[in-house]
């Protein structure tokens, strides 16, 4: 039961139109839902304001598509992360209206389009850091905040970031995806007074250590209001934005 459906049901009791009892009964109907493999948690929208999240690395596409399955017939919402091609090709069979985010990795069933609001905006580096970018994009996007995303604006050519600063200005939270050095944010954050968070990815030569680099030099950022989240993690930055663009309150579905 989402937020908004608990709204609904309780105007309803007030009403008299449904019993206290039967709404009881509706609001602790199978909270956790055993799967054998998984166990659905139900009622995390009503804490967190969205429903559970599917990661799909480690899961078989057959389980990935139970889960979902049993999550959109409840919430009417889905977002299932890092999904490799077999479980997105499964997603797509099954669910022909899912919408499948192949740079992403994502895929989002759900059964009416959100309201928009406020303004994300992603920055991204690189081409190569495109799949972290668009994971976060999609992200907030499902979560019900307005985001657009900015590719290939990193430090080696500053004339191209510096023509979007009006749309930096903008928004209500950035979130500044890159690798190798990891410098881009710094950069941002020195341009805006948005919260700013920072995405490390595992783009690099060697020594850039799969992500470790970057991540070590967004945290040792000297510019301010800058927050890290752990590499490659664009689904935790697109969370957070979400969060920071509505305020702080919860998702209204």
Known sequence: MRPA???????????????PDAAARRIAEAP??????????????LRTGFPEVVFGLGKTPAQIVAIVR???????????????????AALRAEFPKAQVHEAARCVVLRTRAPRLVGRVLVLCA?????PVAEEALVTARTMGSRAEL?????????HRLLAHHERLRGARALIVVAGLEGALPSVVG????????????????????????PLLAMLNSCAAGVTVVNIDNGFGAGYAAHLINVGGGR???
């Open 251 to 253: 998702s209204k579905r």
């Open 5 to 19: 459906e608990l709204k609904a049901l309780l105007r309803q009791v007030k009403l008299g139109k449904v019993a």
């Open 32 to 45: 956790v839902e055993q799967l054998g493999f998984a166990a659905l948690d139900h009622q995390r929208a």
């Open 190 to 213: 020195g341009l805006t007074d948005r919260p700013l968070i920072a995405v490390p990815t595992s783009i690099g030569y060697g020594s850039h250590m799969r992500g470790v680099a």
């Open 150 to 158: 900015i590719a290939d604006v990193g430090v080696a050519g500053l």
């Open 70 to 88: 049993k999550l959109h017939a409840r919430h009417g919402v889905v977002l299932a992360t890092r999904c490799d091609d077999a479980a997105r």
């Open 126 to 130: 690189g081409t190569a850091d495109l």
